[in-house]
């Protein structure tokens, strides 16, 4: 049987993967909608090459260049954020959610109401909407897979395990390219440094959140959504190889890890198949080359996003929206040369101390605490900047 799919995100690092597996099998999917925010050659070439029936781009103004490039072709064009909302409900029974920031949020909601299964790698929407997102998928009946590797371990440690059972689940962490770097050396890091990740290819906000960790701290949000043992039973282990992905510590004290190679196409494919299992062209794990496996305490002196995060999840509301915004703000912020590495965690805390907003109880409310939190960063940053 042929199963339906859709990819948000399609021409990102995520999106991307995901269409490297399909390639391999193309008679077992069908492809409903590929979406971009700008890339508009690259989303036209996926969309031919898999016989997309539709493509959206994000930026309206991209909505008649899109048009002339799928021109003959058979597959429609459509732009803008309605349109990314719409095209959730265009029949797909798999979705891979791979927009990157809180602009996934509502295209990503739409998603998971629809039904189906919905694959979820933008984490961002649910540190920001967490609760709202994870009742709206109890309410649609979605299966929610997690794609973040981190979280796919622990769905896959879990294994149909009642969560009352569970003692401690323990979130890896890589540690970044900086991990062993003081403050003081962290201070005149560049863009190129910080993007280049010692273990993972990933696009580029997310390797600036690894190289701050405040990656390893959205996932802890993330997985307090995912796997609500409370906030208590879920600790952060620095292991500098990336293979061990994550465990899960079961009352009985008996430990379950998932391990591989870092690739994402391994995360992405057990989402992909399901509850099957599909082979993958991943490298096979060689743990007798490897050799051995580090472990080391996280240190929130050196990285005070850790800090920050557990703190906005332990607040809830609408903290962890405000501190995901005013990161979004200071990351993009960074990328451009704008502000110094250092910065983006002291925004970030300018931010969460100066800006509040209500406990959101819809969508609206929690883009307009995001709004909201982007206006402040913007504001301690040019105070920064002057
Ligand atoms: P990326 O930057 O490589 O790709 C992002 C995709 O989102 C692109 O297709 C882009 O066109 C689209 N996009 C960006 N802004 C948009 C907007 N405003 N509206 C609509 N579409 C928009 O990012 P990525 O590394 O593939 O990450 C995607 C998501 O997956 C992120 O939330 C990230 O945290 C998560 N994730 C990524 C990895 C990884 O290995 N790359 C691992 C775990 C989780
Ligand atoms: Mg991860």
Same mark, same amino acid.
């Given at each position: ?57 994000? @930026? ?11 021109? #003959? ?8 954020? @309605? ?12 979705? $891979? ?11 990503? $909601? ?16 649910? /540190?920001?909407? #967490? ?15 997690? /794609? ?35 403050? *003081?050396? $962290? ?16 696009? *580029?906000?997310?390797? /600036?959140?690894?190289?701050? $960790? ?43 890890? @998932? ?128």
């Amino acid at each position: 049987m042929t199963r339906k799919v859709s990819i948000f995100g399609a021409t990102g690092s995520v999106g991307q993967s995901t269409l490297d597996l399909i390639r391999r099998d193309r008679d077992a999917y069908d492809v409903v909608a590929l979406t971009a925010n700008s890339e508009l050659d690259s989303l036209a070439a996926l969309a031919r090459e898999t016989g997309a029936k539709v493509a959206v781009i994000g @930026q309206e103004r991209l909505y008649g260049a899109l048009k002339e490039a799928l021109a #003959g072709t058979g597959i429609e064009a459509a732009a803008g954020e @309605q349109a990314l909302v719409d095209v959730a409900g265009a029949g797909a029974d798999w979705t $891979m959610a791979a927009i990157v920031g809180c602009a996934g949020l509502r295209p990503t $909601m739409a998603a998971l109401k629809a039904g189906g299964t919905v694959a979820l790698a933008n984490k961002e929407s649910l /540190v920001s909407a #967490g609760g709202l997102m994870m009742a709206a998928a109890g309410v649609a009946g979605t299966t929610l897979l997690p /794609v973040d590797s981190e979280h796919n371990a622990i769905f896959q440690c879990l294994a149909g395990s009642r969560l009352e059972d569970v003692a401690r689940i323990t979130l890896t962490a890589s540690g970044g390219p900086f991990r062993t770097r003081s403050r *003081a050396e $962290m201070a005149n890091i560049t863009p190129a440094q910080a993007v280049a990740h010692p273990n993972w290819s990933m696009g *580029a906000k997310i390797s /600036v959140d690894s190289a701050t $960790m405040m990656n390893k701290g959205l996932e802890l949000i993330e997985a307090a959504h995912l796997f609500p043992v409370g906030l208590d039973r879920i600790e952060i282990l620095v292991h500098p190889q990336s293979v061990i992905h994550s465990m899960v510590e079961y009352r009985d004290r008996s430990t379950l890890a @998932q391990l591989g190679s870092p690739d994402m196409r391994i995360p992405i494919a057990h989402a992909l198949a399901w509850p099957q299992r599909i082979a993958t062209p991943c490298l096979p794990l060689d743990l007798a080359r490897i050799g051995r496996l580090d472990f080391e305490a996280p240190d929130e002196d050196r990285f005070p996003a850790l800090r920050l995060t557990r703190e906005a999840a332990a607040a809830g509301g609408a903290v962890p929206a405000i501190l995901n915004a005013a990161n979004e703000v200071a990351v993009a912020a960074f990328l451009s040369g704008a502000i110094g590495f250092l910065d983006i965690a002291m925004i970030v805390e300018e931010v969460l101390t100066r800006y509040s907003a209500p406990m959101p109880s819809t969508i609206d409310d929690v883009l307009a605490a995001d709004a909201g939190a982007r206006a402040m960063a913007g504001d301690v940053m040019e105070r920064l900047t002057v």
